[in-house]
């Protein structure tokens, strides 16, 4: 039994365990299966028979080389069909593989491979000969060519939209391409073939303008991501790039996170929305002062992970990973970047704010335990949604600091938040997998999971899961160990929806410092674009209306009743940066349900509030 405990500053979110059932689908000597984003492993569909298939893929290496392998959950044997799994790829190399699952079971790997006669990867995705079969064949978008060599365009993640097809990102390998360390996203759309049987033929890939692999940003990072609506033609890509104006080496961890929509199933894309815009480090204030306590602004930056998931009212929920960023020197023995500060966000596109899912976060004081290279305390988010109750589910991995492989490494459990209420409040998590290794565990003793996965959807009231049971930990010295790939399914009832986790700020006010009065420069305070409720509500006559601005904007605050006639204004134009408030006497009017809508810069979230006389 794990629990919430805050001990002088260190941070620890955990919740209670929950028993679940396991299975293994394979195996292999990786640990990790990403570098970035790991898109879904596991997808759940329903065949013909009404029968739940659930369908897994991962990377497999062997001591020889690497391919991608499959395997499908038998509901009626409960038990995978294939001992080791069905081998996907028929090249000589494949890996980075993830999938879209259809509703009627049909599910495509996507990965890259490595075919004969040319040295780089290039992105694919597969198609079954028959639903479950386990014979795919491979196809992918026509490869593009600079300098007379084709230019490595791999890492995809694939999702598949209400019509079958098949919607793919991809990035181009910097190390590659053009000598400016650039990673260039592309885009790409297949349709699947069958034949008149209904057999699987192939996967058709569709061509904008000549080209079927669309370059639309550029990053450095590996977080880029996609999703597809089950209730209309919209799709929404994602991914993290460095603000407009900043896109240089210098500046890769400095980025924010992006979204853009199709509103038409791929064949048109809005503009890029930069949905956090992390107020910058202010190099004026450092000058005048060499306070990063005033200068350095937001010290969170975005991790190399995005989690993409529509609801059925078609709106955009994302999870993404944070980690501490101090652009200004505390010391000359601090990193600009600190894993050891982490913390889950989800946003939504309805209210376009932000809420914790997770956190653990380490003071730099209290790090008394060797670090932990790049690897997160908390990350990989994964989300899924339960379309009977409309709850949100968000799948990570929680290290446990004192639970260590022999070399260090910390053990990480896989657990479960939940939102109850699409995502404005969650759940503390709850431990799902509860593992324990022994203490400084040795090679192939460690139980640490990693690269854990949700599928899209909750079926017959139970979450999916997949993730590798790391038994290495960092303690191999001749090869990894042999790792299990493993389905977990959980029911949701065994799943806790409270205690809700308190929400951390995500922004902080811009804090004014000069050389007077630096040395004592107050805390900051965070805000968020945000309309608090009423108060007090019900009320008389006399309301008072908070809201809170991330940065100065216009507004406009408003009063409509029930029939959505507008009956009062009680602020128009522009506010500055901070908390707001408001005092509404509705002396003229009747008794009866009000609604407060804060709307800026193309947001609105609303209010109800009771008028009684």
Known sequence: MKRAILLGGLLLLVASYAPAETFEAGS????????????????????????????????????ETRHVY?????????????????????????????????????????FHQITPNDPYGHSAAAMDFLCGLGAFTTTGPAWIYRNSQSVEIIWPKIAADR???????????????????????????????????????????????????VLFDSSYTLAHNI???????????????????????????????????????GLNWGLPVNITQFIQPDSACWEATNNPRCCDRDTIRPYNELSLIFDDADDLHLAFTTVGYYYFPESEDHERMRPHQAIIWHWSEQTDSFRTVAAFW??????????????????????????????LYCAYYHCDTTARSAAGIPNADVFVSVSTDLGNTWSIGTNVTNTTPPPNAPYGEN????????????????????????????????????????????SIDSLAT????????????????????????????????????????????????????????????????????????????RREVGSHSISWRAESLASGVYFVTLRAEGRAQMQKILLVR
Request: hydrophobic content about 35%; glycine content about 8%; proline content about 7%.
């Open 70 to 110: 499959y395997n499908v959950f038998d509901p009626v044997l409960e038990q995978f069909v294939f001992t080791l799994g069905a081998v996907v790829n028929a090249s000589q190399r494949a890996g980075y593989a993830c999938l879209a699952q259809r509703a009627d079971g049909w599910c495509f790997p996507a």
């Open 163 to 213: 019509n079958g097809d098949v919607h793919v990102v991809s990035a181009e390998n910097p190390a590659s391409g053009l000598p400016d360390e650039v990673t260039r996203l592309y885009y790409s759309k297949g349709t699947p073939l069958f034949d008149t049987e209904g057999a699987g033929i192939q996967i058709e890939w569709e061509s904008f303008g000549g080209v079927e692999l």
């Open 447 to 490: 139980l640490n999971e990693r690269d854990v996965t949700a599928a899209e959807f909750v079926f017959m009231d139970r979450l999916h899961l997949s993730y590798v049971l790391d038994q290495d930990a960092g303690t191999s010295q001749n090869g990894s160990s042999r790792n299990p790939m493993i389905y977990h399914r959980v």
């Open 362 to 391: 380490v003071p730099d004081s209290l790090l008394t335990v060797p670090t932990f290279g790049q690897q997160t305390l908390v990350g990989r988010p994964s989300l899924s949604l339960d379309t009977t109750s409309g709850y």
């Open 227 to 265: 999703a597809c609506s089950r209730t209309s033609d919209r799709v929404a890509r994602a991914w993290l790039r460095p603000p407009e104006g900043r896109m240089n080496p210098e500046n890769r961890d400095n980025c924010d996170v992006f979204v853009q929509f199709s509103e038409d199933a």
């Open 28 to 63: 292999t000597y990786l640990s990790s299966q990403h570098n970035g984003s790991c898109g879904r492993m596991i997808g759940v569909g329903v065949d013909d028979m009404d029968d739940v298939y659930v369908n897994i893929v991962w990377m497999r290496r062997t001591t």
């Open 498 to 573: 409270i205690p809700l986790l308190r929400t951390w700020p995500f922004h902080v006010d811009v804090v004014e410092c000069d050389t007077i009065s630096s040395a004592e420069t107050p805390p900051t305070v965070a805000r968020e674009f945000r309309l608090y409720p009423p108060y007090p509500n019900p009320f008389n006559s006399t309301a008072t209306i908070r809201f809170d601005l991330p940065r100065a904007m216009e507004m406009e605050l408003l009063i409509h009743d029930v029939l959505g006639r507008r009956v009062d204004v009680l602020g128009q134009g």
